[in-house]
């Protein structure tokens, strides 16, 4: 556990300390986020981040290449495999952030990202499901490849939020990392070297070390860069402990653990996921590409019930945690228990949502998924001219009462 706790406070100080160096070359290769409709930010924002992070993997890495301890994680190619496949999709992200990359070149990078990953033997090769194979290596080639593509896209959808993608990742890859060294306790007792409790803590550690300049109000966003990255090496870290591992058939109350392998990955992503479903879902039946952005995230909906853009994301961290613990938890006592505790938080979640729920029906509108704002009416509808804004009112009393000196009212934009 040790080696594990030292490479993952590695992986945040080297994040950490290369962030300030990201924003600089984001700054000077115009890897800025301009602010858009749908944008929560309100000045334009460095997005290379994701830079640091591939620094604080590729050295963390490094160093646990030279520990005996782990030696014989690298007997293969499968770790050097996810650091390259992180580099790959850092370096696409960059080119997204500088240029505006359109969704195809980018789903060929990331197929190009997977693929690498893939052939270096990180693949999906069997199933936790009744020892379930998978009948040939061409569809285990594409099995990966698409688990893989899901979960970086999934990580993309959810980065809305200032430190959101960053820390829901954290949690769940700490609740992840905890079954994996759990596992491999009692899988190799003589032996705790495990390529998934590895890249795991490093996933925390750079998540953990970005995390102080991108909680609101951020300094610097991940960008796709960072997302993309950040999925990745999730998925991989994933894939060699479900894609390779083969479970006893169980039967019974025994069956559930059976299950944890497949369970946790999609736990620990459930946000992530059930976002870009939903925006898959809503873009298709609008008629649109399921690339086409939108103000209705779930982190917009959650600024639409009223809660401030730090209590949103802390939110969802609670979601993320509630979620990744209670599968892990399966593995350690039994469902009847895990699934009562799991009810207690839901509920706790749930209520800590809708809490400061005013405007009942309101936060399914795109159109008002404006923090305590009210849509603008266009001056051309309805006969007569549109009721002046509470703000422009107030600034005209101002100025009534200053002796008609018109004051400059300065608002800021909670929500793209």
Not at 145 to 168: C, K, P, Q, R, S
Not at 205 to 234: E, K
Not at 322 to 329: L, Q, Y
Request: hydrophobic fraction near 55%; glycine fraction near 8%.
């Amino acid at each position: 556990m040790r080696v594990y706790l030292l490479l993952m406070l590695v992986a945040a100080a080297v994040t950490f300390l290369t962030t300030p160096f990201a924003r600089w070359v984001a700054l000077k290769s115009s890897a800025i986020s301009a602010v858009r409709a749908r944008d929560v930010h309100s000045v334009p924002t460095p997005r290379l981040g994701g830079l640091a992070m591939l620094i604080g993997i590729v050295v963390a890495v490094m160093l646990a290449s030279q520990m005996p301890f782990l030696s014989g994680v690298f007997e293969d190619r499968q770790a050097w495999g996810i650091v390259g496949g992180a580099a790959i999709v850092c370096a696409l992200g960059w080119a997204d952030d500088k240029w505006d990359l359109d969704w195809v070149t980018k789903l060929a990078g990331q197929v190009l990202a997977a693929g690498f990953m893939a052939l270096q033997g990180v693949q999906l090769i069997t199933l936790p499901i009744a020892g379930t194979t998978i009948p040939s290596s061409r569809m285990s080639l594409v099995v990966t490849v698409l688990a893989v593509v899901v979960a970086m896209n999934a990580v993309n959808f959810v980065d809305g939020l200032d430190g959101l993608a960053a820390g829901i990742v954290a949690i769940g890859g700490a609740a992840f990392f905890l079954y994996t060294y759990g596992l491999t306790q009692q899988a190799t007792p003589e032996d705790y070297s495990s390529l998934a409790s590895l890249m795991m803590a490093v996933l925390v550690g750079v998540c953990v070390g970005f995390l102080p300049y991108n909680f609101h109000p951020a300094t610097i966003f991940m960008g796709d860069a960072g997302s993309m990255l950040i999925g990745l090496v999730m998925a991989g870290a994933a894939i060699t402990v479900t894609g390779n591992v083969t479970p006893d058939v169980m039967t019974g109350s025994q069956a559930l653990p059976a299950f944890i392998p497949l369970l946790l990955p999609v736990a620990v992503l459930m946000l992530p996921l059930l976002d870009m479903g939903l925006a898959v879902i809503r873009r298709l039946a609008a008629g649109k590409s399921p690339m086409a952005p939108d103000r209705m995230h779930l982190h917009h909906r959650m600024l639409a019930l009223g809660h401030s853009h730090r209590r949103a994301v802390v939110i969802l961290y609670v979601w993320t945690a509630v979620f990744a613990f209670s599968a892990a938890a399966l593995v350690q006592w039994d469902w009847e228990i895990v699934l009562i505790w799991t009810t207690v938080f839901v509920v706790l979640a749930l209520l800590a949502t809708l809490g400061p729920l005013r405007n009942r029906g309101r936060f399914l509108d795109d159109d008002v998924a404006l923090s305590g704002q009210t849509p603008k009416v266009p001056a051309a509808v309805g006969a007569g001219t549109a009721p002046a804004p509470a703000v422009a009112q107030s600034a005209t009393q101002s100025a009534a009462e200053n002796g008609g000196v018109q004051t400059t009212v300065k608002t800021k934009e909670t929500v793209e």
